[in-house]
């Protein structure tokens, strides 16, 4: 189960030990974007086992052509792409120094435009779905996972929107 980058990783880690049993391929050391090839790859060496990735909102954009090699190579990915519209993490750091200049807070959200992925994953021959609730994100994970090949789920849950 390859993590994505920053925040799903620290939150898989709190639920990880509950979970069956598993790999995970986390994010070596901190260069981001490595999340979907790393799902890719693993699909591609153990095409017997289902793959997820929990993958975050800007970083995906760093390799998101990875989906379209997982569409060609028909791997079992299930991409729960978690959007909290912006770099979170970035956002942190910037709170705790915290003299950001007003001007620069809009370089760290990912919106104006704001990014459909389900669209994206469509359009590059993904299937993919959006859930806006937790019931949503629940149930199309379960279809997901029980379909073969690739898919994609827009986690679109507590993003912020101030
Ligand atoms: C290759 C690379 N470029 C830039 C950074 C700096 N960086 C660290 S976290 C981050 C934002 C990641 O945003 P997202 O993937 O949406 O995760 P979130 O922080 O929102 O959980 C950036 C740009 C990095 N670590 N590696
Ligand atoms: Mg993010």
């Given at each position: 189960?390859?993590?994505?980058?920053?925040?799903?990783?620290?939150?898989?880690?709190?639920?990880?030990?509950?979970?069956?049993?598993?790999?995970?391929?986390?994010?070596?050391?901190?260069?981001?974007?490595?999340?979907?090839?790393?799902?890719?790859?693993?699909?591609?060496?153990?095409?017997?086992?289902?793959?997820?990735a929990?993958?975050?909102?800007?970083?995906?954009?760093?390799?998101i052509?990875?989906?379209?090699?997982?569409?060609?190579?028909?791997?079992?990915?299930?991409?729960?792409?978690?959007?909290?519209?912006?770099?979170?993490?970035i956002?942190?750091?910037?709170?705790?120094?915290?003299?950001?200049?007003?001007?620069?807070?809009?370089?760290?959200?990912?919106?104006?435009?704001?990014?459909?992925?389900?669209?994206?994953?469509?359009?590059?021959?993904?299937?993919?779905?959006?859930?806006?609730?937790?019931?949503?994100?629940?149930?199309?994970?379960?279809?997901?996972?029980?379909?073969?090949?690739?898919?994609?789920?827009?986690?679109?849950?507590?993003?912020?929107?101030?």
């Amino acid at each position: 189960m390859p993590e994505g980058d920053p925040s799903p990783a620290g939150a898989f880690a709190e639920v990880a030990p509950g979970a069956a049993r598993h790999d995970a391929l986390g994010i070596t050391g901190l260069a981001i974007g490595q999340g979907l090839p790393v799902a890719l790859g693993a699909a591609i060496a153990a095409p017997d086992r289902p793959v997820i990735a929990l993958q975050a909102d800007g970083s995906a954009m760093y390799t998101i052509s990875a989906l379209w090699t997982m569409a060609r190579e028909r791997a079992d990915v299930t991409v729960v792409l978690l959007d909290n519209a912006g770099y979170a993490s970035i956002r942190r750091e910037a709170d705790r120094i915290g003299d950001m200049p007003q001007r620069a807070a809009p370089l760290i959200e990912l919106r104006n435009p704001a990014i459909d992925f389900a669209a994206v994953a469509e359009g590059i021959g993904v299937p993919a779905t959006s859930a806006d609730t937790t019931d949503e994100l629940a149930w199309q994970f379960e279809a997901a996972i029980r379909a073969r090949g690739p898919h994609l789920i827009h986690a679109r849950i507590g993003r912020r929107t101030d």
